[in-house]
T-cell receptor, first 117, second 114 residues
């Protein structure tokens, strides 16, 4: 498709289970971001990928969170041993080159809503 | 450190009226981008308008315009002739030329009243 695609759209899990969220960026976009948005709040930066460079993991809240991206393709965000405070919408965004060149515009997916019971 | 502040958690406006959403930011950088994003109830974030800091002219996109005051580090969004479809959460965002992170404000929830 033409836009950023995220799956699943909604995920309900039990506390302690692992979850995997997927993001398929726009083709040709080298930069990919993951954000967390708790109910009624702003966007919390989690991790940033730029091409084949080492990712910026500075926003990951704990070692239960990890993310991978192979080249400029799909990314997966994994949350291990989920806790109730992990409940949020996880947004993925991509851009042409990240912050260095170009318009800087981020294109967002519709997000994955995670509910931890 | 870069910060973005939106001091109006909620606002409302009558249909066809004009509303202004406030945003201030803090940075020591001289070159950067500023953005307003809209997040309707459907959840997908959409770019509304973008401003480059080196441009003195305020950006305009149809009914949306900004008042960019670089010295004051202020970047407000004006929505003219408000429409029901403008009801959404609006986020101000900032990105430096040298960095890769986008810094978002906490958002302003705008309701357009018929």
């Amino acid at each position: 498709g033409a836009g950023v695609s995220q799956s699943p759209s909604n995920k309900v899990t039990e506390k302690g289970k692992d979850v995997e969220l997927r993001c398929d960026p726009i083709s040709g976009h080298t930069a990919l971001y993951w954000y967390r948005q708790r109910l009624g709040q702003g966007l919390e930066f989690l991790i940033y990928f730029q091409g084949n460079s080492a990712p910026d993991k500075s926003g990951l809240p704990s070692d239960r969170f990890s993310a991978e991206r192979t080249g400029e393709s799909v990314s997966t965000l994994t949350i291990q041993r989920t806790q109730q405070e992990d409940s949020a919408v996880y947004l993925c965004a991509s851009s042409v080159t990240g912050g260095r060149v170009g318009t800087g515009e981020l294109f967002f997916g519709e997000g994955s809503r995670l509910t931890v019971l | 450190a870069q910060t973005v502040t939106q001091s109006q958690p909620e606002m409302s406006v009558q249909e066809a009226e004009t509303v202004t959403l406030s945003c201030t930011y803090d940075t020591s950088e001289n070159n950067y981008y500023l953005f307003w994003y809209k997040q309707p109830p459907s959840r997908q974030m959409i770019l509304v308008i973008r401003q480059e800091a080196y441009k003195q002219q305020n950006a305009t996109e149809n009914r949306f315009s900004v008042n960019f005051q670089k010295a004051a580090k202020s970047f407000s969004l004006k929505i003219s002739d408000s429409q029901l479809g403008d009801t959404a959460m609006y986020f101000c965002a900032f990105m430096t030329y040298t960095g890769n992170q986008f810094y978002f404000g906490t958002g302003t929830s705008l309701t357009v009243i018929p």
